[in-house]
T-cell receptor, first 107, second 112 residues
Framework: RKEVEQDPGPFNVPEGATVAFNCTYS??????FFWYRQDCRKEPKLLMS???SGNEDGRFTAQLNRASQYISLLIRDSKLSDSATYLCVVNDYKLSFGAGTTVTVRA | EAGVTQFPSHSVIEKGQTVTLRCDPI?????LYWYRRVMGKEIKFLLH????????ESGMPNNRFLAERTGGTYSTLKVQPAELEDSGVYFCASSPQGGEQFFGPGTRLTVL
């Protein structure tokens, strides 16, 4: 079983739409979680941490369900610039990455 | 402030040859990590240095891979001899103690 499993998408949405996707992780002892963003042929960059109570950063909302070992990311009011691959990451001091969810926002 | 830099950005070599990748972490970051993404797969951890010491090399695929970080500054990752399945993008990341990992732009390795 993979350490982190993600819906690969792709999600193709119009500007202004809301898009949500999730991942599951296998290690029930994991404590630290992130969403990274990766643009085509670029390095991953931290988008936001994921906290147990859920957290928002502007148009982005992350949720964590420890009981189900499930993490989600919701993007509201999608912009063209949100087009990217979103990586679900579990931090057990070394990072374990999901394969990524591709989001394309169209005009 | 300069970010993590990696050299070369691309490398194309033939099977059996040797390649050395270099990573310069952000100044002052004691932690340095190597990761790899092979085609169609997720990014995978290779190893972790704290200063010049290998903290965890559990992700190194086999003994054809050798990483060093002499003096606790830059790091090299040597592949000798390279095989076809070594093709992929090799990322380096650095972090301060307990802090965010910042990734370099990666080295795209193609083994023919």
């Amino acid at each position: 079983r993979k350490e982190v499993e993600q819906d690969p998408g792709p999600f193709n949405v119009p500007e202004g739409a809301t898009v949500a996707f999730n991942c599951t992780y296998s290690n029930s002892a994991s404590q630290s979680f992130f969403w990274y963003r990766q643009d085509c042929r670029k390095e991953p960059k931290l988008l936001m941490s994921v906290y147990s109570s859920g957290n928002e950063d502007g148009r982005f909302t992350a949720q964590l369900n420890r009981a189900s070992q499930y993490i989600s990311l919701l993007i509201r009011d999608s912009k063209l610039s949100d087009s990217a691959t979103y990586l679900c990451v579990v931090n057990d001091y070394k990072l374990s990455f999901g394969a990524g969810t591709t989001v394309t926002v169209r005009a | 402030e300069a970010g993590v830099t990696q050299f070369p950005s691309h490398s194309v070599i033939e099977k059996g040859q040797t390649v050395t990748l270099r990573c310069d972490p952000i100044s002052g970051h004691d932690n340095l990590y190597w990761y790899r993404r092979v085609m169609g797969k997720e990014i995978k951890f290779l190893l972790h240095f704290v200063k010049e010491s290998k903290q965890d090399e559990s992700g190194m695929p086999n003994n054809r891979f050798l990483a060093e970080r002499t003096g606790g500054t830059y790091s090299t990752l040597k592949v000798q001899p390279a095989e076809l399945e070594d093709s992929g993008v090799y990322f380096c990341a650095s972090s301060p103690q307990g802090g965010e990992q910042f990734f370099g732009p990666g080295t795209r390795l193609t083994v023919l």
